[in-house]
C-alpha cells in the first residue's frame, strides 16, 4: 500500500469503526432489556459527563424549588441530547466513508461541508436529489445510510412512549404514598396510619402492592437506567424515597421481637432491597463511608413517642435496637450514596414538625377560603 493511500484507508476505517460502535451502543441502550455490565459505552460517558456539568449547576441554586425544578428537566433533555448525539455521529460517519472513497478528488472544505450535507440528507432520507454519488460504492453507502436512518428513527418513536409509559407506572405509588405515608412519606406517619382493627389483610395486600412495585422499578431502572433521572411531580416525592419509605417501614416491623411479622413483610423488604442495591450499582460503583445517622437517638425516641398506643408502638429494649440496626445496615448505605449522587433528598424516619400533604393543598384554597370569609361577614352585618 502506498504512503498516499494510507490516507483514505484511515479515514474510512475511522468511519466504519465509529458507525458500529454507535449502533452498538445504540442497541445497548434501547433494545437490550438487562443490565450491561461493560463499563466503556457511549452512553454512559455521555451521562457521566452532562450529569456532572448539570449536577453542578443545580447545586449552585440555593432555593430548593428551582433547584428541583432545574433538575427536572434534565432527563428529558439528556434524552434528547443522546439521540441527536447518535445521529450525529453517524452523519460524520458516512460523511467520512464518502471521503474515503472519493480522496482522489482531494479534500478541501468546501467539498467536506458537501460530503456532511449529502449524508444528512440520505440519513434523514429527506430525497431532495440536488446531489447524488456517482460511484457504486458511494450510491450503496447512501442505501445503506438511508436504511440505518430509517431504523433509527423507527425505533425512536418506539422508545420515547416506552420510557414515559416505564415512567408513568413508576409514579403510580408515589402518588398512593401521599396519604398513606404523609408529604414527604415516612415510615412513622405510614405506621401510625395504619387501621387499628382488621389491619392483616390491609397490611398484606399494601405490602403485596409494595414488593410488586419495587420489582417493576427495579425491572424499569435496569432496562432504561436513564429513567432514575426522571423527578416526581412534587419536590417532596422521589421514587427513591418512595423506596425508602418502603424499606424502614418493613424494618420496623421486622425488627419487632415479640410479635413477629408474616412472611410477606419480609417479601416485601427482600424485594424493596434488592431493586435499592441493583440500581445503585448502575450509577455508584463504589462505597464511600462517611454518611450522617439517619435514626440517631433523639428520632428513635421521637419514632417511639408518635407510635406509643398504636398497633406497631417501638418497644424499648436493646435488642430492638440491635436488630433494626443490622436491618438499617442492609440497606440505607446505597440509599445515601444513591440519593447523594442523584441529589435526592432521603426521606426522614420522622418528621420534625406536622406537615400537610400534599393532598390537602390547591391553588384555589386561599381564593375560596378568602370568599367564605367574606361570605360570612357579609351574612353577620345583615
Same mark, same amino acid.
Given at each position: 500500500?502506498?504512503? +498516499?493511500?494510507?490516507? %483514505?484507508? &484511515?479515514?474510512?476505517?475511522?468511519?466504519?469503526?465509529?458507525?458500529?460502535?454507535?449502533?452498538?451502543?445504540?442497541?445497548?441502550?434501547?433494545?437490550?432489556?438487562?443490565? /450491561?455490565?461493560?463499563?466503556?459505552?457511549?452512553?454512559?460517558?455521555?451521562?457521566?459527563?452532562?450529569?456532572?456539568?448539570?449536577?453542578?449547576?443545580?447545586?449552585?441554586?440555593?432555593?430548593?424549588?428551582? @433547584?428541583?425544578?432545574?433538575?427536572?428537566?434534565?432527563?428529558? /433533555?439528556?434524552?434528547?441530547?443522546?439521540?441527536?448525539?447518535?445521529?450525529?455521529?453517524? /452523519?460524520?460517519?458516512?460523511? !467520512?466513508?464518502?471521503?474515503?472513497?472519493?480522496?482522489?478528488?482531494?479534500?478541501?472544505?468546501?467539498? &467536506?461541508?458537501? !460530503?456532511?450535507?449529502?449524508?444528512?440528507?440520505?440519513?434523514?432520507? &429527506?430525497?431532495?436529489?440536488?446531489? +447524488? %454519488?456517482?460511484?457504486?460504492?458511494? @450510491?450503496?453507502?447512501?442505501?445503506?445510510?438511508?436504511?440505518? $436512518?430509517?431504523?433509527?428513527?423507527? +425505533?425512536?418513536?418506539?422508545?420515547?412512549?416506552?420510557?414515559?409509559?416505564?415512567?408513568?407506572?413508576?409514579?403510580?405509588?408515589?402518588?398512593?404514598?401521599?396519604?398513606?405515608?404523609?408529604?414527604?412519606?415516612?415510615?412513622?406517619?405510614?405506621?401510625?396510619?395504619?387501621?387499628?382493627? $382488621?389491619?392483616?389483610?390491609?397490611?398484606?395486600?399494601?405490602?403485596?402492592?409494595? #414488593? @410488586?412495585?419495587?420489582?417493576?422499578? &427495579? #425491572?424499569? =431502572? /435496569?432496562?432504561?437506567?436513564?429513567?432514575?433521572?426522571?423527578?416526581?411531580? =412534587?419536590?417532596?416525592?422521589?421514587?427513591?424515597?418512595?423506596?425508602?419509605?418502603? !424499606?424502614?417501614?418493613?424494618?420496623?416491623?421486622?425488627?419487632?421481637?415479640?410479635?413477629?411479622?408474616?412472611?410477606?413483610?419480609?417479601?416485601?423488604?427482600?424485594?424493596?432491597?434488592?431493586?435499592?442495591?441493583?440500581?445503585?450499582?448502575?450509577?455508584?460503583?463504589?462505597?464511600?463511608?462517611?454518611?450522617?445517622?439517619?435514626?440517631?437517638? #433523639?428520632?428513635?425516641?421521637?419514632?417511639?413517642? @408518635?407510635?406509643?398506643?398504636?398497633?406497631? #408502638?417501638?418497644?424499648?429494649?436493646?435488642?430492638?435496637?440491635?436488630?433494626?440496626? *443490622?436491618?438499617?445496615?442492609?440497606?440505607?448505605?446505597?440509599?445515601?450514596?444513591?440519593?447523594?449522587?442523584?441529589?435526592?433528598?432521603? %426521606?426522614?424516619?420522622?418528621?420534625?414538625?406536622?406537615?400537610? *400533604?400534599?393532598? =390537602?393543598?390547591?391553588?384555589?384554597?386561599?381564593?375560596?377560603?378568602?370568599?367564605?370569609?367574606?361570605?360570612?361577614?357579609? *351574612?353577620?352585618?345583615?
Amino acid at each position: 500500500m502506498t504512503p +498516499t493511500a494510507v490516507g %483514505p484507508v &484511515l479515514i474510512g476505517l475511522t468511519g466504519a469503526a465509529l458507525i458500529a460502535t454507535i449502533l452498538w451502543d445504540a442497541f445497548e441502550t434501547v433494545l437490550v432489556p438487562r443490565r /450491561i455490565g461493560r463499563r466503556i459505552r457511549l452512553t454512559r460517558y455521555f451521562y457521566m459527563a452532562s450529569w456532572r456539568v448539570w449536577r453542578a449547576a443545580a447545586q449552585s441554586i440555593r432555593k430548593p424549588s428551582r @433547584r428541583e425544578a432545574l433538575l427536572g428537566f434534565f432527563g428529558p /433533555i439528556s434524552l434528547i441530547l443522546l439521540l441527536i448525539c447518535w445521529a450525529t455521529g453517524l /452523519i460524520v460517519a458516512f460523511t !467520512l466513508l464518502h471521503l474515503s472513497a472519493t480522496a482522489g478528488d482531494g479534500v478541501s472544505p468546501g467539498r &467536506l461541508g458537501l !460530503l456532511l450535507y449529502m449524508s444528512g440528507e440520505t440519513f434523514f432520507t &429527506l430525497g431532495y436529489g440536488d446531489f +447524488t %454519488p456517482s460511484t457504486g460504492f458511494g @450510491r450503496a453507502l447512501s442505501v445503506l445510510e438511508s436504511g440505518l $436512518g430509517f431504523a433509527f428513527l423507527g +425505533t425512536v418513536v418506539g422508545y420515547l412512549p416506552t420510557i414515559y409509559s416505564a415512567f408513568a407506572q413508576r409514579e403510580v405509588e408515589i402518588s398512593l404514598m401521599d396519604a398513606r405515608a404523609g408529604s414527604p412519606p415516612t415510615a412513622a406517619e405510614f405506621l401510625s396510619r395504619m387501621p387499628a382493627s $382488621g389491619a392483616d389483610s390491609f397490611s398484606d395486600a399494601l405490602l403485596s402492592g409494595w #414488593e @410488586r412495585w419495587s420489582a417493576q422499578l &427495579l #425491572e424499569a =431502572h /435496569i432496562s432504561y437506567p436513564q429513567l432514575a433521572y426522571y423527578r416526581s411531580q =412534587h419536590s417532596n416525592q422521589s421514587w427513591l424515597g418512595t423506596l425508602v419509605t418502603i !424499606l424502614d417501614s418493613t424494618a420496623l416491623m421486622l425488627a419487632r421481637v415479640e410479635s413477629p411479622p408474616n412472611r410477606q413483610t419480609s417479601l416485601t423488604f427482600a424485594m424493596a432491597r434488592h431493586a435499592l442495591v441493583d440500581i445503585s450499582h448502575l450509577f455508584v460503583p463504589r462505597f464511600t463511608p462517611g454518611a450522617p445517622d439517619r435514626l440517631p437517638g #433523639e428520632a428513635l425516641q421521637q419514632l417511639r413517642d @408518635r407510635l406509643a398506643g398504636t398497633p406497631h #408502638e417501638v418497644p424499648a429494649g436493646v435488642e430492638f435496637e440491635h436488630r433494626l440496626s *443490622d436491618l438499617r445496615r442492609l440497606y440505607e448505605p446505597y440509599a445515601q450514596a444513591l440519593g447523594f449522587h442523584l441529589l435526592f433528598e432521603l %426521606p426522614p424516619w420522622i418528621h420534625a414538625q406536622p406537615g400537610r *400533604d400534599n393532598w =390537602h393543598g390547591g391553588p384555589w384554597d386561599r381564593a375560596i377560603a378568602a370568599q367564605e370569609k367574606s361570605t360570612h361577614r357579609r *351574612d353577620d352585618h345583615f
